[in-house]
């Protein structure tokens, strides 16, 4: 299957994942983002935030953070319940890479860029470069090619959208404009539809080149 959907097409995707199971993930943010909240120095980005439960929890820490996903439905349950928690720092637009504007000290990318081409990859990464001040951190987290639940399926997907599995050869080609300050494959355990097992590349790194 060739990941040939349109921006469109993915919103309405996830907007339909987002109404069957508004939290699909639990409201318990990624460990991820509690591993490296030393490195996130506002403003921070949140690229695919979903309905909201990292940038919320990062907004929890008095830090303030920008919210971007092609989701109407999973933006409307993230800026309620920002509201809801009386949170000021917290901001949410639907959109895509198209819709980064300013500077950030850090930005987020968990469980996003293998649901994009090898192409879309490259333009993300590069945005992000552009966005993220000098010495500010990228967090990034994706399915690696050795997922055992995406990677004995011939056509691998989620709900419709294609999933391309991501080798550390092409993580460290793509972070190669920043020093890597740690990169290590890591096994997670998933419970939405059924339990199952991924496996995923954990990355930090730092933007040192202009």
Not at 12 to 18: A, G, H, P, T
Not at 189 to 194: A, G, L, P, Y
């Amino acid at each position: 299957m060739q990941n040939c959907l349109k921006k469109n097409d993915k919103g309405e995707i996830w907007d339909n994942v987002y109404s069957m199971n508004k939290t699909i993930w639990s409201d318990i943010p990624s460990k991820t983002v509690v591993r490296f909240l030393h490195a996130l120095k506002p403003p921070i980005l949140d690229f695919g935030c979903g309905y909201g439960r990292n940038s919320i929890y990062i907004a929890q820490q008095g830090l303030k953070v920008v919210g971007i996903d092609l989701s109407k439905v999973a933006v409307s349950l993230a800026r309620n319940k920002s509201e809801l928690l009386g949170l000021k720092n917290a901001h949410f637009v639907q959109g895509d890479e198209k819709m980064i504007s300013g500077k950030f000290g850090a930005v987020l990318c968990i469980g996003v860029i293998h649901g994009t081409t090898k192409d879309k990859r490259d333009f993300i990464i590069n945005s992000f470069h552009r966005s993220i001040i000098m010495k500010g951190f990228f967090i990034l987290s994706c399915f690696a090619d050795t997922d055992p639940t995406y990677s004995k399926k011939n056509e691998p997907s989620f709900h419709g959208i294609p999933v391309e599995l991501i080798s550390e050869k092409e993580i460290k080609k793509l972070f190669s404009r920043f020093k890597i300050i740690t990169l290590t494959k890591k096994r997670a355990n998933d419970f939405h539809d059924k339990p199952h097992e991924h496996h995923q590349w954990v990355c930090l790194a730092q933007k040192v080149f202009s």
